[in-house]
């Protein structure tokens, strides 16, 4: 039976080591990147997000070295990319309950927030309750969360949501892994949903409209993608994403000489965008 409380993806965790410089790196890319928010010091980590309709991409880095963070340091002495995937869920509590009464150790949920600017001038605070699933539970490699979000208004702000590449949502994440049909049974049997066979790889939906997680190997990937945007990609793990654009030719204009047109695609190579490949889809 699929889990009742996990609504689909809500946000990947693009884990940064220049959290600034990667901000204007996205901006160039035609993105519009949220003022700068800190979390707690227990965290020790600051933000930006990029926001779409339903989803959103989060840059994450380390402000100050604390335990909870370690092992996203841990992740940034390997490479920068996405960490970490967060599902949306509509009650943490129970969704943790729900992971427990199916033997898997849910940590949490844990509340915290952060403050945001407004874009009046004034201030406001985002506020999170979520769980996670055991940090061995990682299919491909890719630590998975649930959030709940308790302030949509100050997180889904309008004035964050429009793009001048035309961004609105996220079609999929893809993760290289070396047993794809194994990564991608895991995260099924992590999130009750169905695994269906693709000509490159293993799908495995998030939940409702939203994206989905493709899983492939190495001969996958360069299926996919020409040689120049693979580089600078990670040898596994989340190593794309896969963005909705409504308009493509806007696209390829915000992204200038660093978009690559391939097929019905223009894509950033990994090496532009903090080890992630993003692609852009009509």
């Given at each position: ?36 928010g800190t979390h707690s010091p227990i ?57 427990k009464s199916r033997g898997l150790e ?134 794309a994403i896969v963005l909705a654009s ?37």
């Amino acid at each position: 039976m699929p889990l009742k409380h996990i609504l689909g993806l809500d946000h990947v965790v693009v884990t940064v080591r220049d959290l600034d410089a990667s901000a204007r790196q996205w901006q160039s890319l035609g993105f519009t990147v949220s003022p700068r928010g800190t979390h707690s010091p227990i965290l020790g980590s600051g933000n930006y997000t990029i926001m779409f309709g339903d989803d959103y991409v989060e840059l994450l880095g380390i402000l100050a070295e604390t335990e909870h963070n370690k092992p996203t340091r841990d992740f940034l002495k390997e490479r920068e990319g996405i960490e970490r995937a967060a599902f949306t869920t509509d009650d943490a509590a129970a969704g943790a309950d729900e992971l427990k009464s199916r033997g898997l150790e849910a940590l949490g949920p844990v509340h915290f927030g952060r403050p945001v600017d407004l874009p009046n001038g004034g201030k406001g605070e985002a506020k999170f309750n979520v769980f996670r699933w055991p940090l061995d539970e990682n299919p491909g490699s890719l630590r998975i969360f649930a959030c709940q979000h308790l302030t949509r208004e100050t997180v889904w702000i309008p004035e964050l949501q429009s793009h001048a590449n035309g961004a609105s949502r996220i079609i999929r994440v893809e993760v290289l892994a070396d047993d794809p049909k194994a990564a991608a049974e895991h995260l099924s049997r992590l999130i009750d949903e169905p695994v269906k066979q693709q000509d490159d790889g293993w799908l495995v939906p998030s939940g409702g409209k939203r994206a989905d997680f493709l899983f492939y190997d190495a001969a996958g990937l360069a299926k996919r993608y020409p040689d120049e945007v693979r580089v600078g990609a990670g040898p596994g793990g989340a190593v794309a994403i896969v963005l909705a654009s409504s308009d493509l030719d806007g696209a390829a204009k915000a992204l200038g000489s660093v978009g690559v047109r391939h097929g019905a695609a223009v894509s950033v190579p990994a090496a532009s965008a903090n080890g992630l490949i993003v692609s852009f889809l009509p």
